[in-house]
């Protein structure tokens, strides 16, 4: 088990530009979230994943956040035209669906800020 | 919108004293958890607690569940510098977080 974990760990861009950010779940985990977190605040949810199948989006999710899970193995959150209103953590985390109460196994994040 | 909303939002003690902080929830539950996070770090589970628990013990950790109330509080006894964090419930589902504690212990 070699836990959760995301990249790049920082990310600095240019307000406009697209970036993209993977998180690779624990390998047994077929379920997979993605949470934004500014600072002082809790997590949000934004999205998530049973194996490739994504079950839900936030509407805080805009047309310009899409996240994908092909093979239902690692993830990519990606995000168009980034606004500084972006700039945030993005957290991934996993768990094993089926299991209730099954706990989030968190990554340390991937900051990104938007200039 | 929330789930879960934890309270104070803010605590500071000393080494050594007991550190408690409560959570309140609006819907059904079937489980309720609790986390943890270091600054700049993914959250960390703690404890989980089920609708039919009343009481839960993991070390240093106690957590009650009220579930007329719909409250949760979680304790921590014998506190160290170390668990300075902020300290978040979530409930089942889409585990959904609260805005947290922001927990400081004083050397």
């Known amino acids: 088990d070699t836990g959760v974990s995301q990249d790049p760990r920082h990310k600095i861009t240019k307000r406009g530009q697209n970036v993209t950010f993977r998180c690779d779940p624990i390998?047994?985990?077929?379920?997979l979230y993605w949470y934004r977190q500014t600072l002082g605040q809790g997590p949000e949810f934004l999205t998530y994943?049973?194996?490739?199948?994504?079950?839900?989006k936030s509407r805080l999710l805009s047309d310009r956040f899409s996240a994908e899970r092909p093979k239902g193995s690692f993830s990519t959150l990606e995000i168009q035209r980034t606004e500084q209103g972006d700039s945030a953590m993005y957290l991934c985390?996993?768990?094993?669906?089926?299991?209730?109460?099954?706990?989030?196994?968190f990554g340390n994040g991937t900051r990104l800020t938007v200039t | 919108s929330q789930q879960g909303e934890e309270d104070p939002q803010a605590l500071s003690i000393q080494e050594g004293e007991n550190a408690t902080m409560n959570c309140s929830y609006k819907?059904?539950?079937?489980?309720l958890q609790w986390y943890r996070q270091n600054s700049g770090r993914g959250l960390v589970h703690l404890i989980l607690?089920?609708?039919?628990?009343r009481e839960k013990h993991s070390g240093r950790l106690r957590v009650t569940l009220d579930t007329s109330k719909k409250s949760s509080s979680l304790l921590i006894t014998a506190s160290r510098a170390a668990d300075t964090a902020s300290y978040f419930c979530?409930?089942?589902?889409?585990?959904?977080f609260g805005p947290g504690t922001s927990l400081s212990v004083i050397p």
């Open positions: 985390a996993s768990s094993l669906a089926g299991f209730n109460g099954a706990p989030l196994h």
């Open positions: 390998s047994e985990h077929n379920r």
């Open positions: 994943f049973q194996n490739e199948a994504q079950l839900e």
């Open positions: 819907t059904s539950i079937n489980n």
């Open positions: 607690i089920r609708s039919n628990e």
């Open positions: 979530a409930t089942d589902g889409k585990v959904i």
